[in-house]
């Protein structure tokens, strides 16, 4: 191989000469090329040989060049070494920062082109020389060559004599390439001490993060394979809860599964870590990452008060409103004193957002910014500080709204029985509407019975007891009410305790489970109950469900599922296996119930799957049931018990503390 | 070395797959409910897969090719039960356990199993070939050989042409001249000079400096003809890298290299006719980088699949001539239960080094793998590039690297510090294929 200690001297003359000798030559060659040779023939070859370039390469003294060492060193074509022997490289067409030598250096063969990597070939270049030069072929070229020189371009190979030269040109250039300079480096992405995924956990996650993107299948038909797109956000929120940090190659697929669902954002940003931040912010893909939640890994920590008060000020309104979630999540007073400082200088519906980062926290204590907030400009802010004022039953407020409910709803003892009687109100009068009632009802709703739902969620539910004689909520809600008014004032009711968050009455307005939901004393709309369900404690509230789901079957049930807790408590879980096998029995098919098979993949207990191995065996076909229903039925229960497996398996890999947290601190 | 006990990861197990769809699928059929009878012993996985609609395939695989039979219709390979297979034996070391082969697995398997005992390359299985009749073969050589003479003189007088007339007509003139020459070039059985000539067909018009390019790629396919026209005067290595090159396989009959390989990267590149697979290969012992071809009709998986980031222990056997990368593998690779550390590397200016020196034994080499030390991805005006730790020098991406998902991946393992990065160097710039962080140097993370 040719080396450096082979590089000649004598280029080391003229070499700037050369370069802008061999810039203008390969120019002209393109520009001969691109016109044709017949209209623009490339004169420069014929100047370069008169000034006697072509004529070392042509003839015995260039084939011998010294420098041309090396075994190897080939191109059939022997002319054109001479042309481009001075480094023919047009800065056209060198990439973008790839530089040829004829750029970077003084010149090709120059011996200050001495950097690393600046080797033998790439000075002399490979096809300058070889057989070809002593072949025959070549011998005609060096003709034309000469043919050019003497006879002033006629009768020559004019488009071989330039292909030679371009050819030449072509791999010397790219044998001398050069790196460029580099740009500016990155910041460094910053430190995550959280330790990272145990190997088992992170290989789940690249195959979660690969079935992401999964298309759907057709409906009803789902296989007896897991949907790996539904485990994803548990296992987010898992390994988020165990303190892991996301493995830094999995980071762009992350992104791409938070970018494309919003209800992953929270989880998986949390996993990305401030290096997903990092990252988001190279890649304009990934902006959502930096607003809103995203933004939250960047906040200034809540004691950090010169932080707050900068980004409180000069912040974007998706980090002020992080920022005061923050910080009142971490010390409500501050919260609240925040947002107090700049309040009437903040836009309404920005007022809007902010008020409502107060339901975090909700005290006694913001009683008079709320009770100030009622006399606000804007409607909306004035009915979401009542809202807010309304779930805090000893604020005036409170008071104030009792003393209005009580008017209209009463016992009425002349009834042989005691019966609620209501009267409701005639006029939603001045101070009425400065406590933040709407006055004008949606199409279809009588003003009288909406000024009366109204009054009646907002006055606390402490009160009703002392109305109606010591009675319990149960016995209230028990009591029959006058004049077909039932159903305006449970449902009122209803979203009292929900918003009150009272357990004893969400109790009473829920009533037994058993009972048909259409004949039940308290509401019986599903979504209501849904979130009534949602103020019982856990425990309660999945007993009551696998109550109901006992009772009436599945086919109601998916809402009241959906507000249970994960995994799903033991009465709960058998109750709805027990349901989907009478379902079987019953003869539909599984797809009437494809809701909650979906929940039960994602709620069940793992330990369930062995209460399920049994139902996945294909039953026979019996004459009554529906056709081909055992069939689908056993794919449906293959399926559930594979994700519960897959589940397990899960939790297992993200809990093996032992291995992952062993290997990281011995090594 | 007792490598049949070794469990691939799920990534390398990803890897094999031939597309996103059947990684998809492949996926969704690695966990334990579908699966029944699965077992593994002596370096083969086997188990039934439930299909839908009450239909189950028998799956068998045999992790040392690792070579693939599923009794399902599937043309892809290896197929989803296979890859869900290996993902549920990867994954769950409970769900698959030790056995024997069942009736349905063993025949297969044994099968193989006596293949791979046989004398890898028998000395007397040379001459099949050769008994046929030698002065047919001679014949048949030389007739194509003139064929493809008479089409590289067509070639060349086409290009002429095209020079004399000038290369903006050739935007004018539109693809379909082109297409006409390719197949000319075709029917020369000269498939070498067709896909130069369809590549230049795609030139004009691609952006600008496109005339440039096309005089370069042009001047390169002239000297590609006249070295085939002055073939039989050239020394006998360029002449078989010329032969390469015009598009007569060379014969892979070098002496096999047995080594321990790391596959270091697998990927596909399709056109409307054929789907090309490579995979290159790093001889931890023998330093050597090889690449591994493997072709499938149009929209069909190639063969040949292997793991990224496994270590193999196997035989390849080097074509000649073309850059001497080319290896065929042999039949049978064990995985190997060892550290995996990347192939050193130096600065880019030394990665250009070595294209350039590479060039002057093919002067049409495009790119030649080389591996980057300490280098950084960052941020230029015109796109990414990898710079030197020191922050001098740096290699630009090409423009293909700059928009696939795979860049992300590189950046963000990166974090803004120095790497180790496998890849394509050539004249365009760099293709990133695999990269290790200093944190986690054994393990190898794909970037395309």
Redesign the interface.
């Known amino acids: 191989?040719n080396t450096r200690a082979t590089t000649p001297a004598p280029s080391a003359t003229g070499s700037e000469g050369d370069r802008d000798d061999s810039a203008r030559v390969w120019e002209e060659?393109?520009t001969s090329?691109?016109?044709?040779?017949?209209?623009?023939p490339p004169s420069v070859l014929a100047a370069a040989t008169v000034t006697g370039v072509t004529g070392k390469g042509m003839t015995g003294p260039g084939v011998t060049d010294p420098n041309v060492t090396?075994?190897?060193?080939?191109?059939?074509?022997g002319t054109g070494a001479g042309v481009t022997g001075r480094g023919m490289t047009?800065p056209?067409?060198t990439?973008?920062?790839?530089t040829s030598p004829s750029v970077t250096g003084p010149g090709v063969t120059g011996p200050s082109v001495t950097?690393?990597?600046?080797?033998g070939?790439?000075v002399t270049g490979?096809?300058v020389t070889?057989?070809?030069v002593t072949?025959p072929?070549v011998t005609g070229l060096g003709g034309t060559g000469a043919g050019v020189t003497g006879t002033g371009l006629t009768g020559v190979?004019?488009?071989?004599v330039?292909?030679?030269a371009?050819?030449v040109?072509?791999?010397r250039?790219?044998?001398?390439?050069?790196?460029?300079?580099?740009?500016?480096?990155?910041?460094?992405?910053p430190d995550d001490p959280r330790r990272p995924l145990p190997?088992?956990a992170r290989?789940?996650l690249?195959?979660l993060l690969?079935?992401r993107?999964?298309p759907s299948p057709a409906a009803g038909?789902r296989?007896?394979?897991?949907d790996?797109a539904e485990l994803l956000p548990q296992w987010l929120t898992l390994a988020n809860e165990r303190g892991y940090k996301a493995p830094?190659?999995a980071?762009?697929a992350l992104l791409d599964a938070a970018r494309a669902r919003t209800d992953l954002r929270p989880q998986a940003l949390r996993l990305a870590g401030p290096?997903g931040l990092?990252?988001a912010g190279?890649?304009p893909e990934w902006r959502f990452a930096l607003r809103g939640t995203g933004a939250a890994g960047r906040l200034p920590s809540p004691g950090d008060a010169e932080g707050v008060r900068l980004l409180w000020d000069e912040g974007l309104f998706a980090e002020r409103v992080a920022l005061l979630a923050a910080v009142r999540t971490e010390d409500a007073g501050a919260g609240l004193a925040l947002l107090a400082s700049t309040w009437p200088a903040e836009r309404a519906e920005d007022r809007l957002m902010f008020l409502d980062s107060l339901r975090a926290g909700l005290s006694d204590a913001d009683e008079e910014f709320l009770e100030a907030a009622l006399a606000d400009r804007s409607r909306n802010v004035r009915a979401t500080a009542a809202e807010l004022l309304s779930a805090l039953p000893a604020s005036a407020f409170a008071g104030r709204m009792a003393g209005r409910a009580a008017t209209c709803v009463g016992l009425d003892r002349t009834a042989e029985t005691p019966t609620i009687s209501v009267e409701a109100p005639h006029e939603c009068d001045a101070a009425m509407q400065g406590d933040g009632l709407v006055p004008t009802p949606p199409a279809g709703r009588g003003e009288r019975s909406w000024w009366l739902g109204q009054l009646v969620e907002a006055a606390p539910l402490s009160c009703w007891p002392a109305r109606f004689g010591g009675r319990t909520p149960e016995e209230i809600v028990a009591l029959p009410v006058a004049d077909d008014w039932q159903g305006e004032l449970h449902a009122a009711w209803c979203r009292a305790a929900v918003r009150q968050r009272d357990a004893s009455w969400s109790r009473a307005l829920l009533g037994a489970p058993a009972i048909p939901p259409a004949t039940g004393p308290g509401t019986s709309s599903l979504a209501e109950r849904a979130q009534l369900l949602a103020t019982l404690p856990a425990d309660e509230r999945a007993r009551w469900v696998a109550a109901f789901v006992a009772a009436h079957g599945l086919s109601e049930a998916f809402q009241l599922l959906g507000v249970c807790a994960v995994p799903w408590a033991e009465p709960l879980g058998a109750a709805v296996i027990d349901a989907l096998d009478i379902a079987r029995d019953a003869g539909s098919y599984p797809w009437s119930f494809s809701g909650v098979m979906g929940l039960a993949e994602r709620c069940l207990a793992p330990e369930a799957a062995r209460q399920l191995e049994s139902l996945?065996a294909?039953p026979d076909e019996e004459e009554d049931t529906a056709p081909g229903a055992g069939?689908y039925w056993s794919?449906a229960f293959?399926?559930l018990?594979?994700?519960l497996?897959?589940r397990a398996?899960m939790h297992a890999e993200l809990t093996e503390t032992g291995t992952g947290t062993g290997t990281g601190t011995g090594s | 070395m007792n490598a049949m006990g070794v469990r691939w990861?799920?990534?390398q197990v990803?890897a094999l797959a031939p597309d996103e769809a059947s990684?998809?699928a492949g996926?969704?059929?690695?966990?334990?409910?579908?699966w029944s009878g699965t077992g593994c012993g002596d370096g083969a996985v086997w188990g039934v897969c439930?299909g839908?609609?009450?239909r189950s395939y028998e799956t068998v695989v045999d992790l040392t090719g690792p070579a693939y039979t599923c009794a399902c219709p599937s043309r892809k390979f290896p197929c989803k039960h296979a890859l869900g297979l290996l993902?549920l034996h990867?994954?769950?070391g409970t769900a698959v356990a030790e056995g024997t082969p069942p009736e349905w697995a063993g025949p297969w398997l044994a099968k193989r199993r006596e293949r791979a005992e046989a004398p890898s390359r028998p000395a007397g299985t040379g001459a099949s070939g050769a008994t046929a009749d030698p002065e047919a073969a001679r014949r048949r050589a030389e007739r194509r050989a003139a064929r493809i003479t008479a089409g590289a003189q067509e070639l060349e007088q086409r290009?002429?042409?095209?020079?004399?007339?000038?290369?903006?007509?050739a935007e004018q003139a539109g693809y379909g001249l082109w297409e006409e020459t390719a197949a000319r070039m075709v029917d020369a059985q000269a498939p070498g000079l067709a896909g130069r000539v369809r590549e230049l067909g795609a030139i004009p018009g691609s952006g600008p400096?496109w005339?440039?390019?096309l005089?370069?790629e042009?001047?390169?396919t002239?000297?590609l003809d006249?070295?085939w026209?002055?073939a039989d005067?050239?020394?006998a290595?360029?002449a078989a890298t010329v032969r390469t090159r015009v598009g007569l396989t060379a014969p892979a009959d070098g002496a096999p290299v047995r080594d321990h390989w790391l596959v270091l990267a697998q990927y596909d590149t399709a056109d409307a006719r054929l789907t090309t697979r490579r995979v290159w290969m790093y001889g931890t012992s023998t330093g050597r980088t090889a690449l591994l071809l493997s072709f499938g009709a149009a929209g069909r998986a190639p063969g040949l699949a292997l793991p990224v980031g496994a270590l193999l222990d196997g035989e390849l056997t080097p074509h000649s001539g073309a850059g001497r990368l080319r290896a065929e593998p042999g039949e049978h690779f064990v995985p190997v239960d060892a550290p995996v550390s990347p192939p050193p590397g130096g600065?880019?200016?030394?990665?250009?080094?070595a294209?350039?020196?590479a060039?002057?034994?093919d002067?049409w080499l495009d790119s030649w793998p080389v591996t980057l030390r300490q280098v950084?991805?960052?941020?230029?005006?015109?796109?990414w590039?990898l710079?030197?730790a020191d922050?001098?020098?740096?290699?630009?991406l090409t423009p293909a690297a700059q928009n696939r998902?795979g860049l992300?991946?590189l950046?963000?393992?990166s974090?803004?510090?120095p790497l180790t990065v496998f890849g394509e160097c050539?004249?365009?710039?760099f293709t990133p294929l695999a990269a290790w962080?200093p944190e986690a140097p054994a393990e190898t993370?794909p970037l395309i």
Request: hydrophobic share 40%; charged share 20%.
């Open positions: 191989m060659l393109v090329a691109l016109l044709g040779t017949d209209r623009r090396g075994p190897g060193v080939t191109g059939p074509s047009g056209s067409t990439g973008p920062s790839l950097g690393p990597g600046v080797t070939p790439s490979p096809g070889g057989p070809g072949g072929g190979d004019l488009p071989g330039l292909l030679d371009a050819a040109h072509t791999v250039r790219r044998a001398g390439l050069r790196p460029g300079p580099a740009a500016p480096p990155l910041d460094l992405a190997a088992g290989r789940r690249d195959q690969a079935g993107a999964a038909r296989g007896a394979a897991p790996l830094p190659a980071l762009p290096r990092w990252l190279l890649n996945t294909l069939g794919e293959q399926r018990v594979s994700t497996r897959l398996a | 990861t799920a990534d990803l990684r998809r996926s969704r059929l690695g966990t334990a409910g579908v439930a839908s609609g009450g993902l990867a994954s769950d290009l002429a042409d095209l020079m004399r007339g000038g290369l903006a007509t400096g005339p440039v390019r005089l370069e042009c001047a390169l002239h000297l006249r070295a026209l002055a005067r050239l020394p290595d360029f600065p880019v200016g030394e990665a250009l080094g294209y350039g020196r060039l002057s034994d002067p950084v991805p960052t941020r230029a005006e015109y796109g590039q710079a030197d922050g001098r020098e740096a290699l630009p998902p992300w991946r950046v963000a393992l974090g803004g510090a050539g004249h365009r710039g962080s993370v």
